[in-house]
């Protein structure tokens, strides 16, 4: 059975860092193509930061360009994305999705495989 189970998220002041982890079990995450999306309140969800399985390219959407950084731990069968110089835009649930296909998938259409999400809120 497929699962992925996102923790880390929480409360935290602007300019504060998070590290968000999305542990997967039932499939091998080395092989699969992952990324973190995110989901405001009122907002359409949107990818975050993804990684390709072909090659390890790597894709930030423009908002969190220097500030997060994704990786994936393939020995842990975890992903992680690390948050810092946090923002109250960066308020969010943010999911973890996979799919078993090589190449960087940056839509959430082309992701079959998510997690529940985890909370986080930035603010004073």
């Known amino acids: 059975q497929v699962q992925l189970v996102e923790s880390g998220g929480g409360l935290v002041q602007p300019g504060g860092s998070l590290r968000l982890s999305c542990a997967a079990s039932?499939?091998?995450?080395?092989?699969?193509?992952v990324c973190w999306f995110r989901q405001a309140p009122g907002r359409e969800r949107e990818a975050v930061s993804c990684?390709?399985?072909?090659?390890?390219?790597?894709y930030y959407t423009d908002s969190v360009k220097g500030r997060f950084t994704i990786s994936k731990d393939n020995a842990e069968n975890t992903m992680y994305l690390q948050m810092n110089s946090l923002t109250p835009e960066d308020t969010a649930v943010y999911y973890c999705?996979?799919?078993?296909?090589?190449?960087?998938?940056?839509?959430?259409?082309?992701?079959?495989?998510w997690g529940r999400g985890t909370q986080v809120t930035v603010s004073s």
């Open positions: 990684i390709s399985s072909r090659d390890g390219s790597t």
């Open positions: 039932g499939f091998t995450l080395a092989n699969y193509a």
């Open positions: 999705a996979a799919q078993p296909k090589r190449g960087l998938l940056i839509h959430q259409a082309e992701y079959d495989y």
